[in-house]
């Protein structure tokens, strides 16, 4: 039966998963930090007196062996020379000695030495100890041999009074500095437990509060501004998201109003209604809602931080078809600066390729072109070139141009600065801030600067493919 059951015991251990074999909970996984820290403390006392009690018990041995062993040997020498002044009479040796002695003659035989007691002596500590053998008794002018072993009371006695002594001591210590560690630790993790407080009463509904910070400038410190640096990107995103849904709901509510609006007045006179012209209205608010739609779902895929594909792609090429697809609108330029690649259109040449979605980078350009040919007054040139390990796309016009006071701005949601980006011109105020993500999400940038024809430049920067 123990066979089977060790059989039965290996079977479910080999069914155990793995990640539960090699992720048991320790014994300390369940205790505070305050008990870790009390408990290491303490083991590390507990652990340095023992040491320290080891070697002075070990020190304080190897002192009285070696002294009990110069006594023994002392009292071999002054017995040996007392045995050798022993003249023949009927009375033995008188031997003092301060452990067990030994006297062998010549052939190897035990002699007895006589006691105090026999002598007369009154007392009996330290005296030598009969054997309990017969023994041949001690004749002058005879060799002996004697031996004497050191006596271990003393050690002993020691030994006993140190530990008994030292152990209380110790045990308090150990207590001692158990309950120190605990009120330090207790009174250096009262700032965590306050933290900790006021951090579990935050809600999505006040972000603005923050965690208390201690006065120290240690780790607890650090870690209360980092939290609160925390909170506040995440104050910042949630009011970002907010303004975000509400500008959204904003832009969707106008065009359906409007196609509502026309729809109601269309039943109110169906037969005063010119319904081709109404419908095209209701198309073009349409459309616009779409377009409203595509760009709010291509934000949250951008937010979302999903990864675009990593396939090579010509910039150079994008911006030929952009031309093309708009050819009184825009044109190609070649660069000016000196030391510039310029990738032309139609040309093959690799040195524009950048690494991304070409999908993506597509509506990146349309983006920018469209916001151009809103503002500009004759016509859009785009220029693509390459500066070392970066890929450059600049697309000019020459309308008003954009205040350095706005040219961070203009990038945020639903942003229109002026009468152009009115509703009615066609944009949504998401083409620049769905560029900029863009950008970023193919780890470049998208600047607004000044262009040489007066206008406005939209300077975007990606890193160029290896």
């Known amino acids: 039966m123990g066979h089977i059951a060790d059989a039965e015991h290996m079977t479910r251990g080999q069914q155990e998963p793995e990640g539960a074999r090699t992720h048991r909970p320790r014994l300390t996984s369940g205790l505070s930090v305050r008990a870790k820290a009390v408990l290491a403390a303490a083991g590390t006392v507990a652990f340095a007196i023992a040491l320290c009690m080891l070697a002075l018990v070990l020190a304080l041995q190897h002192n009285l062996r070696a ?60 005296l030598s100890t009969l054997p309990a053998e017969p023994a041949e008794p001690v004749e002058a002018g005879q060799p002996y041999s004697v031996t004497v072993s050191p006596s271990t009371t003393s050690l002993d006695s ?27 630790v207790g009174r250096a993790l009262r700032p965590v437990a306050a933290m900790r407080q006021e951090f579990t009463e935050i809600t999505e509904r006040d972000l603005h509060r923050r965690v208390p910070v201690p006065r120290a400038r240690d780790e607890i410190h650090r870690l209360a501004r980092t939290m609160n640096a925390t909170l506040d990107r995440l104050h910042r995103a949630m009011t970002r998201q907010r303004q975000f849904v509400a500008d959204a709901s904003h832009e969707l509510r106008s065009p359906i109003a409007a196609v509502r609006a026309q729809l ?26 779409q377009a409203v739609a595509s760009d709010l779902l291509l934000l949250a895929r951008l937010d979302a931080q999903e990864a675009p594909p990593k396939a090579a792609v010509d910039l150079g090429a994008l911006a030929a078809e952009e031309v093309r697809r708009h050819p009184g609108a825009l044109t190609m330029d070649q660069p000016t600066m000196a030391g510039d690649h310029l990738t032309k259109s139609g040309n093959q040449d690799r040195a524009a390729v950048v690494a991304g979605s070409r999908v993506q980078l597509s509506r990146l350009l349309t983006n920018l072109a469209d916001n151009a040919r809103r503002h500009t007054r004759t016509g859009v040139s785009i220029t693509v070139a390459v500066h070392g390990g970066m890929v450059e796309l600049a697309v000019d016009d020459d309308g ?50 000044t262009s040489p024809r007066g206008g406005a430049r939209l300077l975007l920067r990606l890193p160029r493919a290896a």
Do not use: C
């Open 264 to 289: 109601e007045l269309v039943l109110a006179r169906p037969s005063r209604t010119d319904w081709p012209a109404a419908v095209h209205k209701a198309l073009r608010d349409t459309d616009r809602l």
């Open 158 to 184: 020691a030994t006993g009074l140190l530990l008994r002594q030292a152990a209380p001591a110790a045990a308090g210590l150990v207590l001692f500095v158990a309950g120190l560690t605990w009120l330090l």
């Open 400 to 449: 008003p141009g954009i205040p350095e006071s706005d040219r961070e701005r203009v990038f945020e949601r639903f942003t229109r600065l002026d009468d152009a980006r009115a509703r009615q011109d066609g944009g949504t105020g998401l083409g620049l801030a769905i560029a900029n993500d863009i950008a970023h999400a193919h780890g470049g940038t998208l600047t607004v600067l």
């Open 67 to 126: 002294s009990a062993d110069l006594d023994a040997r002392k009292a071999a020498v002054a017995i040996k020379g007392q045995l050798g002044k022993t003249r023949p009479m009927p009375q033995r040796a008188f031997v003092v000695a301060p452990g067990e002695v030994t006297i062998k003659d010549a052939y190897g035989r035990t002699v007895t030495p006589t006691t105090p007691t026999e002598a007369g002596s009154q007392g009996s500590t330290g």
